[in-house]
């Protein structure tokens, strides 16, 4: 179903029950009109075939990035928030929080799920700047590197509620932070500050 007839229609409707039900055929077939960017967001309506910037393949499915993964050596908070956003400590004991860091490529609408790139190690009582060396490079393929991935800071609790998250964001490593190559990316977001070591093979 073309856009054309479906205006031409939409100009020259009146509403009998044959009209409407051509409309709703009109509109299942544009709204059927679906496939994966690869983002894992939708694309518009009637743009099929037109991949966002940085997506091409049949199904938008391959990121457009010039190499093959990257390894990530380090991560350095430099800065995290003094307070919950309720104005209470992070921890019940009245101790610095105990932080760690994951990386993740959240489920797209297809319903699968939460894709971990990376959970650090627990530093307990931290204090800026905090430290995740890491002894293997994590290494990170194209997909995710050209993907929305969520970054967060969270403060780890043994308490039966959770951890909490002590502030959240969504980058795309490239090209929005590593499009030159930076040896280092500095990211602020909610009262903390992160910066990323990336290294290119
Ligand atoms: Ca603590």
Redesign the pocket.
């Known amino acids: 179903m073309k856009i054309g007839n479906c205006l031409f229609l939409s100009k020259t409707i009146k509403m009998h029950i044959k009209d409407l039900v051509w409309v709703l055929v009109c509109l299942i077939g544009i709204t059927s009109c679906r496939c994966d960017c690869g983002s894992g967001k939708w694309c518009k309506p009637n743009e099929c075939n037109k991949c966002p910037e940085g997506w091409y393949g049949t199904e938008c499915e391959i990121a457009d990035v010039p190499f093959d993964h990257l390894l990530l050596d380090s991560i350095i908070i430099r800065r995290f928030p003094d307070k919950k956003v309720d104005g209470t400590v992070?921890?019940g004991?009245s101790?610095?929080?105990?932080v760690y860091v994951d990386l993740y490529k959240p489920r797209s609408h297809y319903g699968d799920k939460d894709t971990l790139i990376l959970k650090t190690d627990v530093v307990?009582?931290?204090t800026v700047p905090v430290y995740f060396v890491f002894s293997h490079p994590i290494s990170i393929d194209r997909k995710m590197v050209g993907s929305p991935i969520k970054l967060q800071i969270i403060?780890y609790d043994f308490s039966l509620l959770g951890d909490d998250i002590m502030c959240s964001t969504e980058i795309r490593l490239y090209p929005d932070l590593l499009e030159n190559y930076p040896v280092k990316a500095t990211i602020s977001f909610q009262g903390c500050t992160v910066e990323l070591y990336p290294r290119y093979p």
């Open positions: 992070w921890d004991d101790t610095q929080p105990d307990d009582n931290a403060d």
